[in-house]
Nanobody
Framework: QVQLVESGGGLVQAGGSLRLSCAASGSILTINAMGWYRQAPGKQRELVAAITSGGDIVVADSVKGRFTISRGNAKNTVYLQMNSLKPEDTAVHYC??????????????WGQGLLVTVSS
């Protein structure tokens, strides 16, 4: 069993900043990658940014230069620093981890989602 606990969502004015955090726990052998996705009302879920265990990073064009993804020293946490937020960034943001468990299962684990609302 693997769980993701997210924190840091909320309401912010356009131009402001928020920092999202996600911590993984449970029967984890290795975490191959962690990332953030978001889903706005009426739209499909999309990748925001992801980071692999080797440090490779991918960032969506729509947030490039404004959002930064990083991992904690313990490698079971991931952060998303969101600067210069725009109203179109309003969405539920989900953390995802690609995990190899101690039972040798490979799982995609999702967090419960954080609402980020950017007011104009």
């Amino acid at each position: 069993q693997v769980q993701l606990v997210e924190s840091g969502g909320g309401l912010v004015q356009a131009g402001g900043s928020l920092r999202l955090s996600c911590a993984a726990s449970g029967s984890i052998l290795t975490i191959n990658a962690m990332g953030w996705y978001r889903q706005a009302p009426g739209k499909q879920r999309e990748l925001v940014a992801a980071i692999t265990s080797g440090g490779d990073i991918v960032v969506a064009d729509s947030v490039k230069g404004r959002f930064t993804i990083s991992r904690g020293n313990a490698k079971n946490t991931v952060y998303l620093q969101m600067n210069s937020l725009k109203p179109e960034d309003t969405a539920v943001h989900y953390c995802k981890a690609d995990v190899a468990t101690t039972h040798l299962e490979y799982l995609e684990v999702w967090g419960q989602g954080l609402l980020v609302t950017v007011s104009s």
